[in-house]
């Protein structure tokens, strides 16, 4: 290998170890403040549980959403709204499974906002999707951090930035198939015995049988 060469890889190799320091210390960030936020959270119902009231949780803010279905029969508005969610995108690709199971049991955190479940409410029968706990939170970013893309460890970024307004769509956590399974009509909307659709807080049951 010429000099040239060797230097570009070490540079190479040097870039990527400090993006990989970079995506740990903002994960590891949002862990903290979402922990202090629970705290917060929780002394506020405390103290007004004290006072004989009580405490209207906020808004929720983050959703973790999780594809359970593939292509098939899929509308191609259908397949460009999965894109926007970063959801058609995947960290390792067994090679011998075909590309539409690959595609299936990705996850992404997403900010809540309009836009973001008008685009749920169109892909619903492909989609599951709730309000994460900080135990999921950490053990989804802990666990699932980092995945294979085009062959090389990389680190994915912050999850909570990913959205239709970034020029850069982050990549979604790989997750294994549910323990169990998924029931037999899975496009069935969770309350009607399906898996799709908003099952709020019980998404945090998924992604332990996920992760």
């Known amino acids: 290998m010429d000099i040239g060469k060797k230097q570009e890889v070490e540079a190479k190799k040097k870039k ?15 862990a903290k403040e979402y922990e202090e936020q629970q705290k917060e959270l929780m002394q506020l ?26 292509i098939n029969a899929m509308h191609l ?30 996850g992404v955190f997403l900010k809540v906002n309009e836009a973001t479940m008008n685009m749920l409410h169109r ?9 994460p706990n900080l135990k999921s939170v950490r053990e989804l970013i802990y ?3 980092y995945g294979k893309l085009n062959k090389q460890r990389t680190a994915l970024t912050d999850k ?13 956590f790989k997750l294994k198939a549910p323990l169990g399974g998924l029931k037999k009509k899975k496009r069935n909307h969770y309350v009607e015995g399906g898996d799709a659709g908003n099952r709020e807080n019980y998404i945090n049951e998924l ?4 992760n």
């Not at 405390?46 to 593939?70: M, N, S, T």
């Not at 894109?83 to 299936?104: D, E, F, G, K, N």
């Not at 909570?160 to 979604?172: D, I, S």
């Open 143 to 145: 666990k699932r951090g």
């Open 123 to 131: 892909v619903e029968p492909y989609v599951t999707y709730g309000y």
């Open 207 to 210: 992604i332990r049988r996920m």
């Open 77 to 106: 508005k259908t397949r460009k709204i999965l894109q926007l969610l970063c959801l058609r995108q995947t960290l390792t690709v067994v090679q011998y499974l075909p590309a539409s199971y690959a595609q299936i049991f990705n």
């Open 16 to 30: 990527n170890a400090e993006n990989g320091k970079l995506i740990y210390s903002r994960a590891k960030q949002y």
């Open 45 to 70: 119902k405390h103290e007004a549980k004290l006072k004989g009231g009580f405490y209207v949780d906020p808004e929720v803010k983050l959703l973790f959403i999780i594809r359970i279905c593939g």
């Open 160 to 172: 909570l930035h990913c959205g239709t307004g970034g020029q850069q769509l982050p990549m979604a």
